[in-house]
Every structure is written in C-alpha cells, then in structure tokens.
C-alpha cells in the first residue's frame, strides 16, 4: 500500500516537472546564450537539510512519535527523532541552462521504546541511512546572481535499521524531484531553497560554493 501511494506520488511529480522543465526551456529560449562561460562557474558544491516526511515514510521501522506498540505483551510507547535528511551536493554546468551531477543523502531516526507505565526502556529504535543519487538539473532563469531552476535525483539508499533488538540491513530506490528551486548570491558563495517531491524533503534549504569559472571581463 506504501509503495504504491510512493509509486503514484512519483509519476505525479515527473509530469509535473515536466511541465516546469518545458515552461523554462520557453524562458530560456527568450535569453542571450552567448559568451555564458565567461560570466558563470562551472563547478558547484552544496550542504542541504530537508523536511523528513517521506523519509518517514519510506524508513524501515513501524513507528512514529508517541505511537502505541506492543511487543512480548509490554504496552509500549516510542518517541523517534531524525536528522532530517542532510544532503552534500555537486554539480557540473555542461550547458547554460543543463546540470549534471550527484548527491550523497544521509537520514537517521532514533528512539527509545519505553513501558508506558514504569517508563523503563524496553528496546532502542534505531534507523541510519546514506543514499547515492545521480542528478540532472534544468535551469531557466540563468542571472549573474539569481538562478531558477527544476531537477531530478534517483539512485540508491543503503541503511540497518534496529527495531526488537534485531537489526536489518536493507536497500531502497529513493527519488527527489525538484519541482521548483532558486539560488542567489554572488558569483561564488549563495544560499538555494527548494520546493518538491522526494526522500530529501518537500523543502529544503542550504547553502554553496561554486568555483573554476572565469569571470566575466
């Protein structure tokens, strides 16, 4: 049933990201393409935190915070905390308006399962992940220090998750379509939020560095 909602929900955020990516291939087609290696760099490394809401959905544990469980019949509760997915990002500008590069994603959800009437801990609840995910990137509003663009990440997501005093190592095929994203600052150093659909969050925010191109004389 998770899985096929996820499934639904993917197939939506590709149609919609194909409407923005056709939307800002038109405005790009309306901007002057030429001498652009002279004005942006080409390189460009990002640190990013999003919401956790479909990685919650997607984590390999059954519970969520204060949920009632029960288990070798001891009425339980579990109050788990994340990270929130914490993303390192590259990216290489091949065209003005195309990016193509990778993410390394890491998310963890940690709780302790207590006796909901001595309070004594009964088991941990532990949920350590990293995901390794190709991307491409579509900028359509390309300015000397305001950048408006749409994406698409996918690859793999390796985590042990600890539930009943039992681990499991498993292996998931997460996603991130960004549906709506900006970036500004200077030449070197900007700030980027992000709108969309994925494992790294609905919204997320961060900062970045991009380097290696010449400036514009």
């Known amino acids: 049933m998770k899985d096929s909602i996820i499934r639904k929900i993917m197939k ?3 149609l919609l990201l194909l409407f923005c990516v056709s939307f800002g291939l038109g405005l790009f087609a309306q901007e002057d393409d030429s001498d652009w290696r002279q004005t942006f760099k080409r390189h460009e490394f990002s640190l990013s935190v999003g919401d956790p809401t479909m990685a919650n959905l997607t984590r390999k544990g059954k519970f969520s915070g204060n949920a009632m469980t ?4 001891v009425p339980t509760y579990t109050n788990v905390y994340t990270t929130a997915p914490i993303t390192l ?5 091949l065209l003005k308006w195309l990016w193509l590069g990778g993410d390394i994603t890491y998310c963890g959800f940690f709780g302790t399962s207590r006796n909901i009437y001595t309070e004594e801990p009964v088991y941990r609840y532990r949920d350590n992940s ?3 995910m190709p991307s491409i990137r579509f900028s359509y509003l390309n300015r000397e220090h305001v950048t408006l663009y749409s994406g698409f990440t996918s690859g793999l997501r390796f985590g042990v998750s600890e539930a009943y005093n039992e681990k499991r190592v498993y292996v998931r095929l997460p996603f991130q379509v960004t549906l709506f994203g900006v970036s500004a600052g200077s030449q070197s150093w900007f700030g980027f939020a992000e709108l969309g659909v994925g494992f790294q969050g609905i919204a997320k925010a961060g900062f970045g560095y991009r380097f290696n191109g010449k400036n514009k004389q």
């Open 12 to 14: 939506k955020s590709l």
């Open 70 to 73: 029960s288990w070798l019949d």
């Open 89 to 93: 990002g590259y990216r290489f500008r």
């Open 130 to 132: 990293v995901s390794i």
